[in-house]
Structures are given as C-alpha cells and as structure tokens.
C-alpha cells in the first residue's frame, strides 16, 4: 500500500466518524502515551535509588496529563506539584513535600535563622537598583542534587513518539469506525 492509498483510507475512516469520536480517538492515543512516558520516568525514579528506604513509593509523585480538547490536543508528564495532591508525597512524620520536583531540579544550599548580615548589590549604570543580599545564622539546609530524571526519560523516550502516537490514533480511528 502506497503513502496516498493510505492517506486516502485515514482520511475516509475520518470521514465516517464524527468530530466527538475524532476527538476521543486522538485523546486516547494521548492517554496511551502518556501513560507509557509516565512509566518509564517512574522507572527512572526507582533507578536513581530515591526513597528507597522509605516505606511510601516516592516515583506515585509522577503524573501525566492529557489537556482537554478545548486546549488543543497534548500532554505531559510532571513532577510539580498540581490539583488533587498531583506531585505531592507525605513523609514520615505526615507532612506533604514536593520531594520529586526538588530532586529533578536540584536545590541550593540554604541556612534558617535570623537574617545576620547582608551584602549591598549596586546595579550597572543604567539600572541602578539596590538589592540586599542575605546571609543567615542558623544551621544549613543542606542541598539536593539533581537528578533529572524526566529529562533522562525524555532524551531516551523521544524518538518515535510521533510515530506511536500516529499508531494509536490509526487503531482507535478504525476501532470506532467499525463500530
């Protein structure tokens, strides 16, 4: 079968259904994908060796989104906190932190306490803000290395997303057109 015979037969399957079936089709070729990304950044977070001595699964904090048809056809995976406790995972002692968003991006160094002293900034000659920089008493932080597990997951994943997606598309066009 050549490209335009094929085209031809998408375009006619097309044809038959209506613009809610279209949408469903490309929204459940979406979901497929998405999902499939979703498992495989999981898998990159329980590789990493995060939380793993914590009783609570660290890599439930991934989450994929399908946008709704009014915004266009996509989707994501993520790690930023969003809605329903999206990102969100509970410690030991039952407080809610964004631990995967820290892990993915990394965090500074920081120290808690009172504000000690502080180092004036002069701005350049034409912008002449001031701006105070901070350094604190107390104990540090500490800092959280990056993983950058979802940007791992992308450079492995990408190729031939198109391609799957396309796939998918095609089986649920003709599914629907069968029925």
Same mark, same amino acid.
């Given at each position: &079968?050549t490209s335009d015979?094929?085209?031809?037969?998408?375009?006619?399957?097309? *044809?038959?259904?209506?613009?809610?079936?279209?949408?469903? !089709? %490309?929204a459940g070729a979406?979901?497929?994908? *998405?999902?499939?990304? $979703?498992?495989?950044?999981?898998? !990159? @977070?329980?590789?990493?060796?995060?939380?793993?001595?914590?009783?609570?699964? @660290?890599?439930?904090?991934? #989450?994929?989104?399908?946008?709704?048809?009014? #915004?266009? *056809?996509?989707?994501?995976?993520?790690?930023?906190? +969003?809605? *329903?406790?999206?990102?969100? +995972?509970?410690?030991?002692?039952?407080?809610?932190?964004? @631990? %995967? &968003?820290?892990?993915?991006?990394? /965090?500074?160094?920081?120290?808690?306490?009172?504000?000690?002293?502080? #180092?004036? &900034?002069?701005?350049?000659?034409?912008?002449?803000? $001031?701006?105070?920089?901070?350094?604190?008493?107390? +104990?540090? /932080?500490?800092? &959280?290395r990056a993983y +950058?597990?979802?940007?791992?997951?992308?450079?492995?994943?990408?190729?031939?997303?198109?391609?799957?997606?396309?796939?998918?598309?095609? $089986?649920?066009?003709?599914?629907?057109?069968?029925?």
């Open positions: &079968m015979e094929f085209r031809t037969d998408i375009l006619s399957l097309l *044809a038959r259904l209506s613009p809610r079936e279209q949408r469903k !089709a %490309l979406m979901r497929r994908e *998405a999902n499939r990304l $979703k498992k495989a950044a999981q898998a !990159a @977070v329980k590789r990493s060796g995060l939380g793993q001595k914590n009783p609570t699964r @660290v890599e439930r904090g991934v #989450y994929s989104r399908v946008y709704p048809a009014r #915004y266009g *056809a996509g989707f994501l995976v993520s790690v930023k906190p +969003h809605g *329903a406790k999206k990102g969100i +995972h509970r410690n030991r002692y039952g407080r809610e932190k964004p @631990v %995967l &968003m820290f892990a993915e991006e990394g /965090t500074v160094e920081r120290n808690v306490g009172r504000r000690q002293g502080h #180092y004036t &900034m002069q701005g350049g000659r034409f912008a002449s803000k $001031k701006y105070r920089t901070y350094k604190r008493s107390g +104990h540090s /932080t500490g800092r &959280m +950058h597990f979802l940007a791992q997951t992308e450079r492995t994943e990408a190729t031939g997303i198109e391609q799957r997606l396309f796939n998918e598309f095609e $089986k649920n066009v003709s599914r629907a057109a069968d029925q």
